[in-house]
């Protein structure tokens, strides 16, 4: 028996080639523009993958921000417990806007650019809030 536990792979695989999850940046830039020449029905599908390997180690950047935020707003008045409450909410927002970020674009087709960065820039947002609002006091 042939189980595929991983529907993603068993939708986007090009031919039985390696999917774009496995590949490194300069690969899928080459396949995607290779796609755009044969005008594939799965490019934004790929693209995302293109997008998720810059965007989600970007992500670290951000989050650093709004944790230093959070730190100096949260750190002295609500002790640890609340930090660490907040972080653990931040983060399984962040990843459940990444998955709907995903599955619009498998799904819906919304532009792949956009759904993948909105939750960075998102997290960029709240933490250059919190700091403006750090800077005032």
Known sequence: KNLKL???DSVVKNGG????????????KKEIKQMEERDDVYINIWKMEL????????????????AFSIAFLFGKHKGLTMGVFIGIIIC???????ISGQLLVMKVDYNSFICIW???????????LLSL???KK
């Not at 080639?17 to 899928?28: A, G, H, Q």
């Not at 997008?51 to 709004?66: T, V």
């Not at 909105?118 to 250059?128: K, Q, R």
């Open 133 to 135: 609002r750090l800077v």
């Open 118 to 128: 909105f939750p960075n820039l998102l997290i960029a947002l709240v933490g250059l």
């Open 17 to 28: 080639n390696i999917s774009p999850r496995e590949m490194t940046y300069v690969d899928l």
């Open 92 to 98: 399984v927002l962040y990843w459940a806007l990444q």
């Open 6 to 8: 991983n529907i993603f």
């Open 51 to 66: 997008y998720k390997k810059i965007a989600i180690p970007f992500s670290a950047l951000f989050f650093s921000f709004l």
